[in-house]
């Protein structure tokens, strides 16, 4: 399995106008797109060195794209992209994410203050929810070149 139809590579250091690898481009490939509303995506095809050794995608690769994934959500929501470490993240594992299987990202941004924002997603694949998440991030000055908001 390739990406579905629709969904780009995800470049998050060339999109950070960074000229060198990130964390995220050693545990991917991980894809983005913009949903029906606009809101950006994150998704990624479960592979080998995802898993543990039953072939169950790693908590860490599941935890690793849900933050990064409610973080863009921010991006959206701010309407800008500012750099937003995580402060507070809370996960609950549903069910597994079996290799081969698609998994992405969804979320809502429910509360943003000048210096934090708060945003709900989950982790789904077609059966349903793999992980939901609840995220607490602080809203720097420092801007993101390029980001992953479409103007």
Not at 58 to 79: E, R, S, Y
Not at 87 to 105: I, R
Request: net charge negative.
């Amino acid at each position: 399995m390739s990406a579905p139809e629709g969904w780009t590579l995800m470049d998050y250091a060339a999109r950070a106008g960074v000229d060198s690898e990130d964390f995220m481009s050693h545990v991917g490939p991980v894809y983005w797109r913009l949903d029906e509303g606009g809101m950006p995506q994150l998704g990624f095809e479960v592979l080998p060195h995802m898993c543990n050794p039953m072939g169950i995608c790693h908590g860490g690769m599941l935890m690793t794209v849900l933050d990064t994934g409610l973080a863009v959500v921010l991006h959206a929501a701010l309407k800008e992209t500012r750099f937003t470490p995580s402060m507070s993240f809370n996960f609950d594992f549903l069910a597994p994410g079996k290799l081969g299987e698609w998994l992405q990202t969804s979320g809502q941004c429910v509360r943003k203050t000048k210096r934090t924002g708060f945003v709900n997603g989950l982790l789904s694949h077609a059966d349903g929810p793999v992980m939901s998440a609840s995220g607490i991030f602080k809203i720097t000055d420092t801007a993101i070149l390029g980001g992953f908001i479409i103007k």
